[in-house]
C-alpha cells in the first residue's frame, strides 16, 4: 500500500523548535522529489519548502528561509525526508503535509500526499 506519513508535530512555544519527518511505504521516496506544504483554516495550502530526489537542490519560501531545513540522506534512508523548524512563530501554526512530487516546482505534478500533522505554536 502506498502511503507518505507525518510525524514529529505538536505543540511548541514560540522560539522553540520541532522536527517532522515525512516516511514514505509502498514506493520509493528517493525517486521523487519530496515537498512540504501547510494549511490554515480558510486558506490554500501553500508550499514551503522542497527538495530534489537527490537532495541536492532545496527551495524555501520567503517567510521560512534561514529558520527552515529541509533534509534527505538517500544512503541512510530512500524513504524519509525531515523538516527541521527552529525559531517557530505563532504564525506558523498550521496543518503540515508532505508530498511526492515529480520535481520541485510550482507546476510539479503531485503523486502522493501524506494524512497531515498538526503544528500549534503557542505560549
Known amino acids: 500500500q502506498v502511503q507518505l506519513a507525518e510525524s514529529g508535530g505538536g505543540l511548541v512555544q514560540p522560539g522553540g523548535s520541532l522536527r517532522l519527518a515525512c516516511t514514505a511505504s509502498?514506493?520509493?521516496?528517493?525517486?521523487?522529489?519530496t515537498a512540504w506544504f501547510r494549511q490554515t483554516p480558510g486558506k490554500e495550502r501553500e508550499e514551503i519548502s522542497c527538495?530534489?530526489?537527490?537532495?541536492?537542490?532545496?527551495?524555501?519560501l520567503d517567510s521560512v528561509k534561514g529558520r527552515f531545513t529541509i533534509s534527505r540522506d538517500n544512503a541512510k534512508n530512500k524513504n524519509t525526508v525531515d523538516l527541521q523548524m527552529n525559531s517557530l512563530k505563532p504564525e506558523d501554526t498550521a496543518v503540515y503535509y508532505c508530498?511526492?512530487?515529480?520535481?520541485?516546482?510550482?507546476?510539479?505534478?503531485?503523486?502522493?500526499w501524506g494524512q497531515g500533522t498538526q503544528v500549534t505554536v503557542s505560549s
Open positions: 508530498a511526492a512530487r515529480l520535481y520541485c516546482s510550482a507546476d510539479a505534478p503531485t503523486r502522493y
Open positions: 509502498g514506493f520509493t521516496s528517493a525517486h521523487f522529489a
Open positions: 527538495i530534489d530526489s537527490s537532495g541536492s537542490m532545496t527551495r524555501y
